[in-house]
Nanobody, 126 residues
Framework: VQLQASGGGLVQAGGSLRLSCAAS????????MGWFRQAPGKEREFVGG????????RYADSVKGRFTISRDNAKNTEYLQMNNLKPEDTAVYYC????????????????????WGQGTLVTVSS
């Protein structure tokens, strides 16, 4: 599976960006997708994810109410809509997926992501 993230850039605080993550190659028939980010000097952190079945979403507390994950299964593409961006959102954002089956497609397991995109940089100026 190859993941291509795009949409990063420079934005002022309070602005919005939408990141995209397109999956290609030998994609799984069912998989959960998610987003992570890594700020300079910090560890990578979970931003949010969306399940294959049911479309349930899970977000980090720091982005709840501001970020929204959606996906287009027909295009094998996931989106991260980021609104009301803050300088502390500055980071390299990564999309990730993992194959799921049965009940596993109804929940997000942050530790299961094993395919990663190359990352896209989001810079929020104050």
């Amino acid at each position: 599976v190859q993941l291509q993230a795009s949409g990063g850039g420079l934005v002022q605080a309070g602005g919005s960006l939408r990141l995209s993550c397109a999956a290609s190659g030998r994609t799984f028939s069912t998989y959960n997708m998610g987003w992570f980010r890594q700020a300079p000097g910090k560890e990578r952190e979970f931003v949010g994810g969306r399940t294959w079945m049911g479309g349930s979403t899970r977000y980090a507390d720091s982005v709840k109410g501001r970020f929204t994950i959606s996906r287009d299964n027909a295009k094998n593409t996931e989106y991260l809509q980021m609104n009301n961006l803050k300088p502390e959102d500055t980071a390299v954002y990564y999309c990730a997926v993992y194959a799921c089956a049965d009940y596993g497609c109804y929940i997000i397991d942050r530790s299961s992501f094993d395919y990663w995109g190359q990352g896209t940089l989001v810079t929020v100026s104050s």
